[in-house]
């Protein structure tokens, strides 16, 4: 290993040109004795063939191999120069120059560290301008990194956490970890706890050795740090979700399988897929099949590949801010936040630290990049959680674009002459969004899966979507007439005329339903007979309430209060949670609104609360439950709520996790109290059905309560015993299973038998389905998604209450939820808002 003295660290040094900054270097060198006095012409005969910038501000001036003979012994050394110096013709400044004096190939070593610091911005930054030689030492020598991933933490600090991220721990949040460990400093590991690379460790600071651990929701994990401080961090960090919204769907939770809405009469053949992006089209098919790049190992000087490297690396990064604003344009910055992950995934330091190791073995840069990379997504094929293997998708996709940079070659256009359905054996997302709906109908690739981000782009432009429709879709000639039914995830070739007819009809029926049902957002939601059912929304902040009216929300039906606990470290004050209650209170303009007390536990962990781990954190502490335990959280939210009611008498309370009798008549004499201290009015006091028992209780509580909101979610998981987040059971886990709808119709029940109202906040009453169902059970209230609401009333105005009665009493008697699903479709068909 290279050593670095202080002697050989210059800081805080000026140079009027290149050539000053390399006298300064090799004077460096041959003050220490490392260098004979000739020494420097060779560093600056070198820089006439070729430059040593190597990126990131850091250049690595060396001697010919003629001027070998004039190395006394193997060193470096560091002139640090601030105010920057001009190096190359393409205007770069140098801050760094890192001389090196390399009789042999000791200085390899050095050079590894060195891209590993390129990777690091911060770093850079904070090299170039410390005081202090010995953060130069401690960054350009000491071990070298390993390229493999450990096995079993090494580190003195450890602590068990398990993985709250719902799509498990991709891109963003391992960039969120890594950003944290540089930010603080020091080092940190993460170790998976179960599954069959048990054992297996990461560098929390490689996005890809940490992608590499296949980290799924819910998996357990060891981190390991070197000091307790930041292990504390990343502990915290990780179970607040590093970003990720927790209460978002998990992966692989898709809707039930469905029948097709609609379907053809006479085809050649039907392909059949996985549904990924709605929608009906008509069209001819096209192949795609992007040109194999043909890599080859052409090995060059070491240095100048590895500079090769950065600039490819730097290219392929403008390259993808011109994507991003392009997307960002067109389709909207969420749609571009896949792009900016590509550029994570660009710097990953695992990756260029691999490649250059590779190069230093004596490899081209082009095929270095290959094979580091196609290590990589061989990894993240292999995981069997869908979402992480989607983003092998992407890593492909980047490894192209850099490849592309590398061997100078442009992406031909994908095709010409009309818009067509495309076949694909996969589509990267660069693809998908430069295509855009000019080009395409809609596409169907033979691998893929819908969680990919190709799928994600497609749903956003609009455009239907099949994936993984397996090989044979290549086998297509182009030109061939299709339908493709991006809902029912399938593609029919060779239609008859009268398919193509009636697929047109669909289609019409379609557009025109989903204009009609925004024209008539705003209309009061009702069946069509008129029997009212409000349509509100799930929205936690008031910021929010804007885009909820737009889209024809008629209220709040489910304030989830606990978001105002999560996305930061300390205990949102009263005053503060009142600001928000007033605001939205405020923004709803006399609609109602719905403030659920706080229901953390169950998968809503609040980090800097310090709770108790739990073996069954669904079954423990959570909601009301978790409440009484902590009154300095309880009291002040009520406390908050009163305030706010005094002058808006459209807020509502409503209790989680109710699943006693006890339970209800306990927050309600606690929110008295408070009430009466603060002199406030009543408001009226709900409870959410979402435990089995309160539903089989309904009757006692009904006589107390003022109204009921069923959180289908829970209580499809309590009532199956299925784990809400799991993803093996995420299919079955359907709220219309039957024995969920008994649940409710007891409960609809026992609350018209004492003039109390019903209300669904839980997932189903978003889903067609159910809220075709609930409402036929009686239930006057579904709050859903913002983006739901104009669907959900528009199916709601397709049907009169006494149809749908039927066959909510239908539903009560299958066997199955696919039977019930199958139960809706037809009669939903035959009603099409037409
Ligand atoms: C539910 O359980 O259906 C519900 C609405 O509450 P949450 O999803 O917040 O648990
Ligand atoms: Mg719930």
Redesign the pocket.
Known sequence: MIDLPQTLIRLGAQAGSKADAIAQVAALLTAAGRVAPGYVEGMLAREQQANTYLGSGIAIPHGTPETRHLIRQTGIAVLQVPGGVQWGEGGETVRLVVGIAAASDEHLDLLRRLTRVLGDDALVDKLSATTDAGDVQAALTGERPANTPDTGPTLPYSAQVTLPNPLGMHARPATGLANLVRSRGGRAQLTRDSGESAGESADATRLMEVLGLGLTRGTPLTVSADSPELLAAVTDAIRAGLGDDLSAAPAGQTPARREPDWAPQAVGATVEGVAAADGLVVGVTRQHAPRPLEVRDDPGDPLQEAARLTDALAAAHAELDGVVNDVSAKFGADKAAIFRAHQELLADEGTVQDTVGRILDGHGAAWAYQAATGTRIAQLQKLDDPTLAARAADLGDVQRRVLRQLLGVHEPEVHSGGPVILLAPDLTPSDTARLGPDTLLGFVTALGGPTSHTAIIARGLGLPAVVAAGSGVLEVPDGTPAILDGAAGRLYLNPSEADVHSARQRQDVLTRGREAARAARFEPGATRDGARVEVAANINRAADAGAALEAGAEGVGLMRTEFLFLERDSVPGEEEQEAEYRAMALALEGRPLIIRTL?IG?DKEVPYLGLAREDNSFLGLR?IRLCFERPDLFLPQLRAVARAAKDYPNIHLMF??ISTLEDFRRARAIFDTVRRELDAPEVPLGV?I?VPSAALIAGALAAEVDFFSV?T???TQYTLAMDRLHPQLARQTDAMHPAVLQLIHLTVQAAERHGKWVGVC?GAAGDEVGALLLTGLGVRELSVSTPQVAGVKAALRGRTLPELQALAREALNQPAAEAVRALVRPVVDGEAVA
């Open positions: 229901d169950g909601g989680p996790m959410m979402e959180g979610n829970d209580l839980g």
